[in-house]
């Protein structure tokens, strides 16, 4: 296999596992852009993608909001070879920039962002003070009254109610993968992510100086929420 095929393949399962995993993912990036837009308005808008790897902030937004530009950071060298793919075939180049590394490596810049999203990564982060880091981060780098959407797994382990939406979740997997043993493979990875209670969730973005805090979303294991820096 070539470099090229290699990462189309990952590309597609990418693809696949993400809209088995939440099955009403597309509609959460549809729901994330009512959101931006009500916000903010028809205006120029600057935008931080946490966990920009893959692409998808950009395909779902970048082609529908011309007006608005985006600055995504994300570790994995290969999920931002796949963004940039997508940033390519959309002609995107002009109105992203694709930053290796974690928001520590966001370069100074004088104005903060309008906007930021952290979709599908605080639950990879183990550690909670880590977690808080990030959201202060976030909350740091946005202007007064930003919106900012996080959207994560969530629930306590110790609580039976997440075990019966792990099985939920499990049976979006049986119904839509088609090898066992790919299946058993994520299933018996799935206890490893690391999950907080909602309530926690929350505390932490109020910690981190983020208010009007409103989950909008739940799909399985996952769900979204919106609030405002202060
Ligand atoms: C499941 S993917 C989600 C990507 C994208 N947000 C989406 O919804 O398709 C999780 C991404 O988070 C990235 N990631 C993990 N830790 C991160 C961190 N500390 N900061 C930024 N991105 C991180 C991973 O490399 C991976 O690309």
Redesign the pocket.
């Known amino acids: 296999m070539t470099e090229e095929q290699k990462l189309n393949a990952k590309r597609a399962t990418y693809e696949k596992t993400?809209h088995i995993s939440i099955p009403s993912y597309d509609s959460l990036f549809s729901m994330i852009q009512s959101y931006f837009r009500f916000e903010l308005g028809d205006i120029p808008v600057s935008m931080l993608?946490?966990?920009?790897?893959?692409g998808?902030?950009f395909s779902a937004w970048g082609p529908s909001n011309p007006n608005w530009t985006f600055t995504g950071?994300?570790?994995?060298e290969d999920?931002l070879k796949i963004a940039k793919l997508k940033i390519d075939e959309l002609d995107l180049e002009s109105r992203v920039s694709l930053i290796p590394g974690?928001?520590d490596d966001l370069p100074q810049q004088d104005s903060k962002f309008d906007v930021a999203s952290c979709?599908?990564?605080l639950h990879?982060?183990h550690d909670v003070q880590e977690k808080l880091k990030?959201l202060r981060s976030i909350k740091d780098n946005l202007k007064p009254g930003a919106p900012f959407v996080l959207v994560s797994a969530y629930g306590d382990l110790d609580d039976p109610e997440l075990h019966d939406r792990i099985n939920v979740w499990k049976s979006f997997w049986v119904a839509g993968y088609e090898s066992p043993e790919a299946f058993d493979n994520v299933s018996s990875n799935i206890t490893k992510i690391s999950f907080l209670p909602e309530k926690q969730i929350e505390e932490l973005l109020k910690e981190s100086g983020f208010t009007r805090i409103t989950r909008f979303y739940s799909t399985g294991i996952m769900a979204g929420w919106m609030c405002h820096a202060e």
Do not use: H, K, R, Y
């Open positions: 993400t993608v946490v966990g920009a790897g893959g998808n902030e950071v994300d570790p994995s999920m974690t928001i979709i599908l990564v990879f982060i990030l």
